[in-house]
Structure formats: C-alpha cells, structure tokens
C-alpha cells in the first residue's frame, strides 16, 4: 500500500468524550492506540476509524455548541449612612435630703380581745375564762387585764413535768390587728436619725442608770428614764445587736466606753440594755439583773405566748399590750439594785418564833383544797410559810417575781385579785392562776394561793375564807404584829455594824433591819454597792476567792464563802483583822443556834 501524505492540520482537536458513553469512547481511544491505527480528521466530515480487524467504524458527530451564559448586571448596593451618636448629658448628682426624726404615732383603736361575762367579787371584777380582759387602753391598769386568753393544757417541764398548765392559744391576734402596716426594722446605723442633745429630756445624763426594753426589729417596748422623744436611740441599739449577729455570727454582750458600760442581752423576741457606770457595776451582775427584767414580760405573757406574737410580724408593736405595766418593771428594777435577796438568789424570811410559824404552816395545809399548788403567806416582800407539794418546788426568782406583783399592784392593803402568772423557772410556757388577797387591815399581809385550775376561783376563794377564819380564832394577827424588828444590836457583837447570812441548803437569808449609819438611800446603795462588789470578788469566774476583806474610809467590809453558807458584814474600820474574823466566827455560831427562828426548816409539804 502507497503511502499516502495528509495533509498539514493546523489544529489537532481530540473529539469529546460522548455524554452518553464515557468510559466506552476511552476503551476504543485506548485500543486505537495500541493497534497503531491510523486517525484521519477530516475538517467539516465525519471521522472514522478503522482497525486491522476490520471493527465498525465509530462515527463521532458534531460537538453540540454552548450556549453562552449570560451574565446580568451586579445590583448596586445602597450607600450605607452613618448617624453620628448623639452626646450623653451629664449626670447631675442630687444629694439626698436629710430624714426627719421618726415619731411613734399612738395607736388611736386599741386591740380588742375577747371579754367574756365578768364575775364581781367584793368589787373586784374577775373573768371567768381568765382571758385577756377587755381594750387595753391608757386608763385602765394591766393588773387587772393580765388574762389568758383561753387554750389548751401543756405538759408542764422541769420541775413541773407532772403538773398540767393553761398554755395561751395559738392564734394570737388576727391579721385586722395589724400594726401602722410597718415592719419598724433597721437596716443600719446610717438610717437612724441622730438624736439633737436638746432632744433627750433633761435630766437624761443626770441619772445613774438606764434600762431599755425593745423588740428584734428596734420597736421601743420600756424605757426606765425617757419616753417617745429617745425613740431614735432604740434603732441604735438594734443596729448594734444586728451587725454584730451579722458581721460575726455572735451575741453583742456589753461595750465599754470611758466611764459608761453598755450590756446587752437578747431574750427572743426581745432584746434588754443596761447603761450604767463601769467603775461600779459588774457586767455579770447587770446581766442577772436584765433576765429580772426580762422575767417580768413572760410573768404576765409567758415565754411561747409572746413568740408566737412575733413570729410571722417581726414588727409587731408589743407596747400597745403593756399598758400599765412600766410600774412592774420600775419595781423590779429597783428590787435588783437595793436588795441582798436578789444578790445572793434567795429568799428571805420573816424572823419569828418556830412556834409561830409551825402553827401558820399547819392552818395552810388543814384548809387547802385538792386544786391548791402552792400556798404563800407574805409579811411585805419577807416570807412567813410556804405550802407545796412534794414533788414541785417553787423558785427564789419566782417568789421574788410574785413579791413583785403583789407590792406593786393596784389592790395592795386592800381587796384581792384572781390572775393569771407565769412562773419562769417553775414553766414559762404555760399559765398558773393566783388569787392574791390581804388578809389584815393593820399589817402589810397577804396570801397567795395557786392553782393549774382555770376555774376554780370560787374554790379558791373558799379555802381562802376558811384559813383567814382559823387565823383569826387563834390569834394569829396579833401574835405576827407582836412580833419585834430584827435588829443588829440583838447580836451583841461589838463594831459590827450590818450582815447578810445566807443558808445554801435551803437558799434563804437573814439580815437586820437597816439602821445608822445607813439611813439616808445614799448610804444604803453605797452599802449594797460594797455588797456587790465583795460577791464579784467571791464569785468571778475567773479568780474565786473563799474569803474577802477590804477597808475603804467607812467600813470594814468582808465576804465569806463557806462549805453550806456565805457571809457578808461590815465593821468599823478602826477594828484590826484579827478582831473581825474573830467576831465573824462568833456571828455565825449565834445564826446556827437561831436557825429555827431566821429559816422555814420544818415541813410545808403535803
């Protein structure tokens, strides 16, 4: 076969692969390849290709022309236009006006609580239920209106486990009673107005000491010096006692500040302060003489029942409650600032033949009923007999706290009351029912009779008239008005001016009666002051001492703790130590030998 020479190809152009059969057209390029099978274009033609085997031409057509894409126009994009920030004003800083001093509104409607049909008892009005009587308002006395407001019986604890109690309700006062609609807490110190000097009374700084009475939220509750005008001074004291509790986790107790001793003490939902001078009083001492205070509020209150007041109205205002009752603690007050009993947590007793008072205590227990609890004849605030049961006992703080109300109420040497009391030590959770008479028309003499019956007044009253009747057939009245002050020269110990005597075994106490050089209230608080001062020294936790002596320019003052007693005298103070200590020994050797007469040793029991 001729060759045959092809013409000049300006471009070579590889056919596409055909859409419909690719991997076929790449199998036949491949074979054309190997075969060396000759590829003729023809421009404008159909190509073929032919191999040696004589295989079907494969005819390629035409490449389909593109159609072209059209590309449109690229949207303009609209010009972005910044706005410009508008300028800040400034921030003018307005100072905040000062507040002005808060003043406690009276409460124009007084709470009401239930009255139920009164009973008259020889012009005394009595409630049957023992409820809380009638509006508390100004013109009528606490005294007469301390009454439970009707409840169900506890079980008493303590001592008193086994006797049944009347227990306040659990309602307390209903949401109509609420108080100004305000919470009266105190956020801080900084929200307390400052009190102007010309804003406290005038004889504010002149007075020895101050006690304060309020509740958890800074509500004035008593104030012993000082009315509404120191209201502002009760949020400061709150404040204290919160940012303590706050900041530490801990009980604000006292702060002391040049010559001034702030104690505190909180008694929930309480809170009791003291202000006094910290060259004389001791913070143990002030802090006994605050639970005093304290006892008083539960006295006609009972611990649960002013709880449960507080619990769900922190704010309540207690104050609207306690009309009358400031005297209560004005006289419990002093009680604690002039009177050894308390010093020395005892009870004192009326000096008088053993005889004597057998013979009273034997009348008290042939006449009692089986409602009686306890049975208190009281010569002032001294002791003649007591009558109990012999599983209860009654405290010296009790007997000191019904001393109290009976010296300090309206009916004193005259009349006699049926009322409800709570006795802290014996159950401050629950009422006991006292009816409390004067049974002398010449002698400072009244008796106590206590039930856990609500009602059983007219069985009180009943015992009551049958022990006055066998009193009086007896001679009982003249033989106790016969009866002599005790007095120190009775002793007959020479230089020996005054003493205390305390018996630990039976926590009663004897001293005589008050005489020169002590007459005027000075000379007595100072001679108590020495008191107090030799018991610190006697009884400080931290260093006790058995015995104290000290001479200051009046006296000769000596403290004495022995194994079942403790002594307290002043001497001249020209007497040498020997002398004293010898004269001591001779003093409590003539109190043994008259224990019968100065203590209750025999048996009130039954």
Known sequence: MDDVASPPVDHVLSPPSSPTTPHRARSNASSCKRESSPLLLNNGASSSIESEDHAEPVTLGPVPSLEPVTLGPVPSLEPVTMVPVPSLEPVTMVPVPSLEPVTMVPVEQPE????????????????ESGDLAGSVTEKESMEDLFQ??????????????DLPVVAPEDEGLGDEDEV?????????????????????????YTRRK???VLSEAGKPVYSRHGDDNIVGLFGVMQALVSCVLDMEGDQLNCIRTGDRLFVFRSYPPLIFVAVCDSEVEQEELVARQLKYVSNVAVFFFTQSHMERLFRNRHGFDL???????????????RFVEEEPAFLLSSTQCLP??????????????????PELVFAILLYG?????????????????????????????SSRGHGEKWAPCCLPDFNDTGFLYVHDSYISETMDLSLLLITNEREEHTTIIGCKERIVTQMQDQGIFDKIEAIPEFLVEEVKIPHLRHFVYKSSSSQQMVAPALRAPYLSDEDRRGLYAKYCHAYDKLHHSAHKLSHYYEIDGADSVVGWVMGNAEIYCTFSP?????VVFNNIDKLIKWIRKEESRFFILGTGQY
């Open 112 to 127: 009401t609580l239930l009255l139920q049909e009164p009973i008259t008892l020889d012009g005394l009005t009595l409630t």
């Open 148 to 161: 439970e407001p009707g409840g169900v019986r506890d079980q008493p604890r303590n001592n008193s486990r």
């Open 180 to 204: 100004d609609g305000t919470t009266g807490e105190v956020a801080g110190i900084d929200d307390v107005t400052e009190l102007a000097d010309e804003d406290y009374p005038d004889d504010w």
């Open 210 to 212: 101050h006690f304060f």
């Open 319 to 333: 104050k609207r409650l306690l009309t009358g009752l400031p005297k209560f603690f004005n006289s419990i007050i």
């Open 352 to 369: 008088m033949p053993s005889s004597l008072r057998s013979e009273i205590t034997t009348i008290l227990l042939s006449n009692r009923c």
């Open 381 to 409: 605030d001294k002791i003649i007999s007591v009558v109990r049961p012999k599983q209860y006992t009654i405290s010296p703080g009790d007997i000191h706290l019904l001393a109290n109300y009976v010296q300090t109420g």
């Open 574 to 578: 020209l007497v040498s130590r020997p």
